[in-house]
């Protein structure tokens, strides 16, 4: 590690401890920032990420060396910090490309939107003209458009679409949320993934059963529950995601 950054982890750290504001989310705070400063050495390669990640925690250590071996909690917020803070210029990155995809998803959405509606204007001409043949072709005719209007296996493959790209969107705010309390980010992933769980209900057929009606409904609700610990910036946000995330995954999993 780079002089430059042990001072600035030092100089932090002694700041806050002078001004009794040495806690978790303190510590947190200046590790990631002190990781973000030392991002082009990281990147030019003239220093380590292991050297570095074993001098910041010693200078913890040293820091709170009178507490004895109750500092967990002071550890854990600077392993987060330093994850955090090695990992923000990559994650912005990732960010950026996510976007990119969610751009072209849309696309991909208004093309079939538009295909689907161009499928049902032609089989309205053709239920229109059905009206001008003999009475058993038009029987015939409409007993076929209502075939494919109601094909029980597009239907479930548009719900099973809309339910993998949810658990894709749950998943991404996993790790959002694993790597700092990147609030934002998890709201963000977290309404894609509730758009498309409205999606896939919108697919779920009558003669689904009311196990399947209840796991929605569970799904539902702790998508609600993450929105307000979200919301509030709560610590309970990362728990409430892992839930989320058995939950979903125990269902498409049946």
């Not at 072209?104 to 229109?128: G, H, T, Y």
């Amino acid at each position: 590690m780079s002089a430059s950054v042990k001072e600035k982890i030092n100089s932090d750290l002694q700041k806050a401890k002078s001004e009794g504001q040495l806690r978790a989310d303190r510590i947190r705070e200046i590790f990631r920032s002190a990781m973000s400063q030392a991002g082009d050495e990281i990147k030019k390669g003239s220093g380590e990420i292991r050297s570095i990640a074993l001098d910041a925690i010693a200078i913890l250590l040293e820091s709170f060396q009178k507490k004895g071996n109750d500092v967990k909690e002071e550890i854990t917020a600077s392993v987060e910090g330093l994850i955090e803070g090695i990992s923000h210029e990559k994650r912005e990155s990732i960010s950026q490309a996510e976007t990119e995809i969610q751009q072209l998803q849309a696309k991909i959405d208004r093309e079939e939107k538009d295909l689907q509606d161009s499928v049902d204007l032609v089989l309205r001409e053709v239920e229109s003209a059905s009206e001008e043949t003999p009475s058993e072709f038009q029987s015939t005719i409409r007993s076929t458009i209502e075939s494919i209007q109601n094909s029980e296996e597009i239907a479930l493959m548009r719900k099973r679409y809309a339910q993998l790209q949810a658990q894709l969107a749950i998943l991404r705010a996993n790790l959002a949320s694993r790597y700092g309390e990147r609030y934002e980010e998890v709201k963000k992933h977290l309404e894609t993934a509730k758009a498309w769980n409205d999606n896939a209900k919108s697919h779920m057929a009558n003669n689904d059963s009311s196990q399947v009606e209840d796991k929605q409904a569970e799904i539902e609700a702790k998508m609600g529950e993450v929105g307000v610990a979200v919301a509030r910036k709560e610590k309970q946000v990362k728990q409430l995601l892992k839930e989320l995330w058995q939950t979903v995954t125990d269902r498409d999993r049946k």
